[in-house]
């Protein structure tokens, strides 16, 4: 596995946070810790017997190869309460796997011998804002029925998976939806050697790929020719294997949208889960940067300028009126996705006395990647309209 990156770094390091201020709420817990030789899954064995123990802290348990390891684990009348702390909203989409966690944590603590009566999730208000109690930040909400079903079904199915995984065999490659991110799949499993594969095509359907999968295509070249594809995956599919870029009949029509002069405007946000600044909530993202570039005509000289906010504070009046200042009244402002629209409509409804410019700005921008996604693909788009693989393939990157 590659090292963590600086983001997720980050992220993790927000998570503890988090959990630290959890943990303020059980005043007497204690954090479990290896002690005398002895592993963390022993010292809270021993921690457990003790009818002093109230709550503790990252209590680990184990039971044959399986591990879990709990935010707080605190003892009740009939048994023990297990509360995992996550850094999301409690209106999450993503309950079903954190209640699927927790399931699997309180598997293995039954299988540890230990009597779990009660699972809950802990999670974030929306309505704690910046300087609140920290007792207002958190939600605890009982999932006990539901990991009582998850843990069950997890417990007939575990030890199948468990053999597999720990025997000699190396289970076969399959073609799923969860190659796309994987990070063998071009390294060393089924895209290894593959100069074209299936999963460039966009937007393909599950049955689809489930019907690659069961015939084992994972080649462009070897695509079935029954199977039906959109316009725009026989555009990928033609282009990549013709080895020559796709062009639209429209394309020079679109282009002609774009007004001169030309400004490029990329911004930049922080999203910190615990607010930053006064009045702000968590997952509040805050405009931080932006940088503009821009050019009286298609081959006239490049002219910056940015905007850098000071971490000390929250900046987005001034960055919002700098970049007023900076956009001028005429000519297309260039961008690409739709994020720079959405961040200055919340500049606009922000600050309303700036909302008449703010609109200007937002009235010309221009979407550059609406028009490439619409009348141009390169075979080194790699089925991708990310900048990273856009710009490298149309042309020579200039990093300055
Ligand atoms: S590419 Fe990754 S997810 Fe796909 S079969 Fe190989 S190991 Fe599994």
């Known amino acids: 596995m590659p090292p963590p990156t600086d983001a997720n770094r980050f992220r993790m390091e927000q998570g503890r946070e988090v959990t630290e201020l959890a943990r303020k709420l059980c005043p007497t817990g ?12 022993e010292v809270t064995q021993k921690l457990i017997k003790n009818p002093a ?4 802290f990252e209590a680990t348990f184990q039971s044959g190869p399986l591990i879990a390891k709990v935010d707080l ?34 598997m293995v603590l039954r299988r540890a011998g230990l009597l779990v009566t009660k699972a809950s999730l ?10 609140d109690n920290p007792k207002r930040l958190f939600e605890v909400m009982d999932h006990t029925a539901g990991v009582n079903q998850l843990s069950a079904k997890f417990d007939s199915f575990c030890d199948v998976h468990v053999s597999g995984m720990l025997g000699e065999t190396t289970p076969e490659a399959k073609l799923i939806p969860a190659c796309r991110q994987c990070l063998y799949f071009d390294k060393t499993c089924l895209g290894k050697g593959v100069n074209h594969t299936v999963l460039e095509l966009p937007s393909l359907h599950k049955t689809k790929l489930n019907r690659l999968s069961d015939d084992n295509i994972v ?25 020559k870029p796709f ?17 490029y405007l990329d911004f930049e946000t922080v999203m910190t889960v615990l607010p930053l600044y006064e009045g702000q909530g968590c997952h509040q993202q805050i405009l931080t940067q932006f940088s503009l570039h821009h050019r009286d005509t298609i081959d006239g000289e490049i002219h910056h300028q940015e905007f850098l906010a ?3 504070r929250e900046c987005e009046r001034e960055l919002a009126e700098s970049l007023i200042d900076a956009v001028g009244g005429k000519g297309s402002i260039l961008v690409y996705g739709n994020f720079e629209s959405t961040r200055i409509k919340s500049l606009r409804d922000r600050f309303p006395d700036l909302k008449p410019s703010l609109e200007a700005i937002r009235n010309r921008l221009v979407n550059l990647l609406g028009i490439i996604r619409a009348n141009l693909y390169h075979p080194e788009f790699r089925g991708s309209f990310s900048v990273k693989y856009v710009l490298p393939a149309l042309g020579p990157v200039n990093t300055k």
């Open 30 to 41: 204690i954090l479990v810790r290896k002690s005398d030789g002895m592993t963390t899954a």
């Open 53 to 56: 123990t109230e709550t503790l």
């Open 73 to 106: 684990l605190t003892r009740t009348d009939d048994g023990w309460h297990v509360q995992e702390v996550k850094s999301s909203f409690s209106d999450t989409r993503d309950i079903q796997n954190y209640v699927a966690d927790l399931a699997y944590s309180v």
């Open 122 to 131: 802990v999670l974030l208000s929306r309505d704690f804002l910046y300087g």
């Open 219 to 243: 080649d462009l070249r070897e695509l079935p020719p029954d199977l039906v594809l959109t316009e725009r995956q026989r555009v990928v599919r033609d282009s990549a294997l013709s080895g």
């Open 247 to 263: 062009f639209s009949d429209n394309l020079p029509k679109s282009l002609e949208s774009i007004d001169w002069p030309c400004y």
């Open 310 to 312: 000071d971490a000390d």
